[in-house]
Antibody, heavy 119, light 107 residues
Framework: EVQLVESGGGLVQPGGSLRLSCAAS????????MHWVRQAPGKGLVWVSR????????NYADSVKGRFTISRDDAKNTLFLDMNSLRAEDTAVYYC????????????WGQGTLVTVSS | QSALTQPPSASGSPGQSVTISCTGT?????????VSWYQHHPGKAPKLMIY???KRPSGVPDRFSGSKSGNTASLTVSGLQAEDEADYYC???????FGTGTKVTVL
């Protein structure tokens, strides 16, 4: 059974940092692109970042470019999102998601972890 | 990375059909057959319902169907059931663009 379990969310002050983790199981993690998508309170889904299966190529939404870094540890089947210079508008539930292997898109999601940026 | 446009809400009685639109541009929805749709119950993980415009993953009821015309994709839910009440999002550009979301209410 495919599982994606996010962790690392919590309350952080503006300007602070946080590292999110996503533990993957039930599939060969190293074969898949992986994404982070977020949802601010009362708002819709917004794509944040993705990394290719080799970990050599990354993309970011303009709103987080230069502040967030996506990475992966295939030996530990874990995806990361390092978030720096956090702002109030980064407050959201952050979802880890798997890129589909045979079509262009996302085919599986985790349940998310809440990040709250507030003083 | 502009959001695709969806109506904020849609509704129907049990057994009826509801259709949700997703409007983009020739650079996303109109340019590729990679539109997908997700069902999201609050507090749960989003679930893939349709991919590549018209295809259903294993386990998704055939009450859910997708189509596309030009720059607009659509999701139709036929034979509405209470459990279909949720938020629905379209996506394009390899998962890097999402729609604004549509709340479906079963009356």
């Amino acid at each position: 059974e495919v599982q994606l379990v996010e962790s690392g969310g919590g309350l952080v002050q503006p300007g602070g940092s946080l590292r999110l983790s996503c533990a993957a199981s039930g599939f060969t993690f190293s074969n898949y692109w992986m994404h982070w998508v977020r949802q601010a309170p009362g708002k819709g889904l917004v794509w944040v970042s993705r990394v290719n299966s080799e970990g050599s190529h990354t993309n970011y939404a303009d709103s987080v470019k230069g502040r967030f870094t996506i990475s992966r540890d295939d030996a530990k089947n874990t995806l990361f999102l390092d978030m720096n210079s956090l702002r109030a508008e980064d407050t959201a539930v952050y979802y880890c998601a798997r890129g589909a292997s045979d079509w262009s898109g996302i085919d599986f999601w985790g349940q998310g972890t809440l990040v709250t940026v507030s003083s | 990375q502009s959001a695709l446009t969806q109506p904020p809400s849609a509704s129907g009685s049990p057994g009826q059909s509801v259709t949700i639109s997703c409007t983009g541009t020739s650079s996303d929805v109109g340019g590729y057959n990679s539109v997908s749709w997700y069902q999201h119950h609050p507090g749960k993980a989003p679930k893939l319902m349709i991919y590549e415009v018209t295809k259903r993953p294993s386990g998704v009821p055939d009450r859910f169907s997708g189509s596309k015309s030009g720059n607009t994709a659509s999701l139709t839910v036929s034979g509405l059931q209470a459990e279909d009440e949720a938020d629905y999002y379209c996506s394009s550009n390899g998962g890097t663009s999402f729609g604004t979301g549509t709340k479906v209410t079963v009356l």
